[in-house]
C-alpha cells in the first residue's frame, strides 16, 4: 500500500512500488485529467505538480512520490473558481483537439509561480511540452495574458 496526498486529498492504494504515477492517478484514484503521451518523460501530456514543481508522472515511480504533496489538473481551481491560467486559455481559444492542454496549463501554472513575469525566452526554456496541433502561438499569447492578470 502506498499513500499518496493528490490535490490535498490522502489517498491508500495497493499498488507495486515501480508503478509509474501517471497511472496510479489515472487507474487507481480515478482522476483522468493527467493524460499518457509518450510514456518516456518527453511530451508532457502527463505533467502535475509534486511538491509545487512541474514534473512529468509517467517517469516518477509511485515510490517516490509517497510523501510529497501533488497536484493535478483537477486541483488547480480553487472553490470552483478557475486559476488565471486556465482563464487565459479559455480566453485565447487555446486548444484545438485539447490532449496535451492539462499538462500544458501546469508546466504553465509552475513557470507563472516561479516567474510571474516571464520572457518569451523564459517561456521558450521552461514549456517543452509538445502539441501536435501547434498552438504554440496561442500558448505564447495564454501565458502572456495570465501573467498580467
Given at each position: ?51 509545487g514543481v512541474a514534473t512529468r508522472s509517467c517517469g516518477v ?18 472553490n470552483g473558481v478557475l486559476n488565471k491560467v486556465q482563464k ?62
Amino acid at each position: 500500500m502506498a499513500r499518496l496526498t493528490i490535490n490535498g486529498t490522502a489517498h491508500e492504494i495497493d499498488v507495486d512500488p515501480s508503478t509509474p504515477l501517471l497511472w496510479a492517478i489515472r487507474e487507481n484514484v480515478g482522476l483522468t485529467g493527467t493524460k499518457y503521451g509518450c510514456g518516456i518523460a518527453q511530451c508532457g501530456a502527463c505533467t502535475v505538480h509534486i511538491d509545487g514543481v512541474a514534473t512529468r508522472s509517467c517517469g516518477v515511480l509511485v515510490s517516490d512520490a509517497v510523501g510529497k504533496q501533488i497536484t493535478t489538473i483537477e486541483g488547480l481551481a480553487q472553490n470552483g473558481v478557475l486559476n488565471k491560467v486556465q482563464k487565459a486559455w479559455i480566453d485565447h481559444d487555446v486548444p484545438q483537439c485539447g490532449y496535451c492542454q492539462t499538462g500544458m496549463i501546469m508546466a504553465v501554472t509552475a513557470l507563472l509561480r516561479d516567474k510571474p513575469k516571464p520572457t518569451d525566452a523564459d517561456i521558450d526554456e521552461a514549456i517543452t511540452n509538445i502539441c501536435r496541433c501547434g498552438t504554440f502561438q496561442q500558448v505564447r499569447e495564454a501565458i502572456h495574458m495570465a501573467a498580467s492578470a
